[in-house]
């Protein structure tokens, strides 16, 4: 039996509070090696804020800022995703200064009000997580539709900052995982239908059989493979936010992109409310809106 609207909404908005809290706790311990986490924190598990951005306890970065104005330009078009609401979104995020922005993603909106065309050109470079890191609002405004329109919605996206195969399979992957979980599928079942054929078409995202990926790069492959290694072999989701964020690197990112996915397998009654408490309130208001707006009648 498919499961109820208010079932799949809960899961959508704690994937959407777990992708903002995952952020705000790596963001701490964003560029540190997993040493020196160590030597400050023992363990880091507390959203404090503080890190190269000198954060404000509970603020949140890009991941979730550049997350919150692409899901705006998608309410706004009553859940299209358009490549060119989607750049001049992203364009007046950048405007706005923002706390922080990837290079690929200045790049290549710097280009975009040059050419006025919201398609970046494709890149071999630009396989960094900055458009998997912002990939929810997508998967939610699309939960229903063929696989394959997902998929076209997904690159839209995508596309505006972030033209390249390994980001594509990233960001389809992840948009797919999100919303089996949505529809109440199992870590098992998800992990045969999505997770093995990723890596199976992709082996450069195996995460199994190799070293604890630690001090995980922007490179999406880096930062997947960090990601599965903590939701799938380590599970739950606070073990699962505290374990990814602790190997250090991109860590507002690896957390983010945990975050979602354990928000939407695990639900609203796994967020811890510590974090939650810590979260700054008006981001934690426009995670839970738009989550309602983003997923509709479905
Ligand atoms: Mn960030
Ligand atoms: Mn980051």
Not at 21 to 50: K, Q
Not at 91 to 97: C, E, N, V
Not at 107 to 112: E, I, K, P, Q, S
Request: net charge neutral; glycine share 10%; proline share 6%.
């Amino acid at each position: 039996m498919a499961p109820a609207r208010a079932e799949i909404l809960a899961r959508a908005e704690a994937a959407y509070l777990g992708l903002a809290l995952g952020d705000a706790l790596g963001a701490t311990v964003e560029f540190m090696t997993p040493r020196e986490i160590a030597r400050e924190f023992g363990v880091h598990r507390d959203i404090t804020g503080g890190g190269w951005l000198r954060l404000k306890p509970g603020r949140v970065t890009d991941d979730t800022t550049m997350s919150l104005a692409l899901g705006e330009a998608i309410i706004n078009d009553r859940g299209e995703v358009r490549a060119l609401s989607c750049a001049r979104a992203f364009d007046a995020w950048m405007r706005a200064k923002p706390v922080d922005i990837g290079n690929t993603v200045r790049r290549n909106l710097v280009a975009f009000r040059r050419s006025g065309d919201p398609e970046a050109p494709p890149s071999e470079q630009d396989a960094g997580n900055g458009a998997a890191m912002r990939v929810l609002p997508v998967a939610l405004a699309s939960f229903g539709r063929p696989e394959a329109e997902v998929r076209v919605c997904v690159r839209a996206q995508a596309h505006v900052t972030h033209h390249n195969a390994m980001s594509d399979a990233a960001c389809e992957f992840l948009a797919l995982a999100l919303q089996d979980f949505l529809r109440g599928d199992s870590l098992r079942e998800v992990f045969l239908r999505r997770v093995q054929p990723l890596v199976t078409a992709h082996p450069a995202f195996a995460f199994r059989g190799r070293p604890r990926r630690e001090y995980p790069s922007g490179w999406v492959v880096e930062t997947l493979q960090a990601v599965l290694q903590s939701f799938i072999d380590v599970g739950g989701f606070e073990s699962c936010l505290v374990d990814v964020v602790n190997r250090g690197g991109d860590a507002d990112t690896t957390g983010a992109i945990a975050g979602m996915l354990c928000g939407a397998l695990y639900g609203m009654a796994a967020l811890p409310p510590r974090w939650l408490k810590a979260l700054d309130p008006k981001v934690r208001a426009a995670c839970s809106d738009q989550a309602r707006s983003l997923l509709g009648p479905c």
